[in-house]
């Protein structure tokens, strides 16, 4: 019997999913995952925080970016939502009144979550070096780690891995020092905000 090829997937597959999923096509496949959990959440939200008022408006830092939550990125055939993006304004000096962009970003930031990691660690990334994004960070809510990556001559080179309460320094961003522990939600012994 003769193997028949599997149709890649279009962008009406990507419309028609439910809402309470993320989609992306990737190497032609639909790769859906459902929304993140509050710790997924809790982390990207921190961080974009933490990194839209000094590199965004220029806030205690040097300005001259766009910083994004969940961005849809049409970079060839490929159709990727990272968790955050980020494009220096030197190369985008304003956003498009669109609903993607089809201009890769400088910076890129993975939140990882149980069901995605492999994918974002392995097959995105090699979306990422081929459209030659400059930075990809992955960060790990549960472990409570960043990682961060610099493609340097077609290959991803490790500038930094961190963990934990560290208050670190990262590439694109070492003007301001990130205090690690903002990201993380406190152990469940510390209790949180809004719970009795």
Same mark, same amino acid.
């Given at each position: 019997?003769?193997?028949?090829?599997?149709?890649?997937?279009? *962008?009406? !597959?990507?419309?028609?999913?439910?809402?309470?999923?993320?989609? %992306?096509?990737?190497?032609?496949?639909?790769?859906?995952?459902?929304?993140?959990?509050? !710790?997924?959440?809790?982390?990207?939200?921190?961080?974009?925080?933490?990194?839209?008022?000094?590199?965004?408006?220029?806030?205690?830092?040097?300005?001259?970016?766009?910083?994004?939550?969940?961005? %849809?990125?049409?970079?060839?055939? !490929? @159709?990727?939502?990272?968790?955050?993006?980020?494009?220096?304004?030197?190369?985008?000096?304003?956003?498009?009144?669109?609903?993607?962009?089809?201009?890769?970003?400088?910076?890129?930031?993975?939140?990882?979550?149980?069901?995605?990691?492999?994918?974002?660690?392995?097959?995105?990334?090699?979306? *990422?070096?081929?459209?030659?994004v400059e930075y990809v960070w992955l960060l790990d809510?549960?472990?409570?780690?960043?990682?961060?990556?610099?493609?340097?001559?077609?290959?991803?080179?490790e500038c930094g891995a961190f963990s934990g309460d560290?208050?670190?320094?990262?590439?694109?961003?070492? %003007? @301001?020092?990130?205090?690690?522990?903002?990201?993380?939600?406190?152990?469940? !012994? %510390?209790?949180?905000?809004?719970?009795?």
């Amino acid at each position: 019997m003769k193997a028949t090829a599997k149709k890649p997937a279009t *962008y009406a !597959d990507l419309s028609a999913l439910p809402s309470h999923l993320v989609g %992306e096509i990737i190497e032609g496949e639909l790769v859906a995952s459902p929304r993140p959990a509050f !710790d997924h959440a809790i982390t990207s939200s921190a961080l974009g925080g933490a990194l839209v008022g000094p590199f965004q408006f220029g806030r205690g830092g040097p300005g001259g970016w766009w910083i994004v939550d969940e961005p %849809e990125l049409h970079l060839g055939k !490929d @159709v990727l939502v990272p968790d955050l993006a980020g494009w220096r304004r030197t190369r985008m000096p304003r956003p498009p009144r669109a609903p993607f962009l089809t201009l890769a970003p400088d910076w890129v930031c993975e939140v990882l979550s149980p069901s995605t990691a492999a994918v974002d660690r392995v097959r995105k990334k090699h979306i *990422y070096a081929r459209e030659k994004v400059e930075y990809v960070w992955l960060l790990d809510p549960v472990a409570q780690t960043l990682e961060a990556h610099r493609l340097q001559e077609g290959r991803w080179v490790e500038c930094g891995a961190f963990s934990g309460d560290a208050r670190v320094r990262v590439e694109p961003f070492e %003007e @301001v020092e990130l205090e690690l522990a903002t990201l993380w939600l406190p152990p469940e !012994d %510390e209790g949180s905000p809004g719970t009795p």
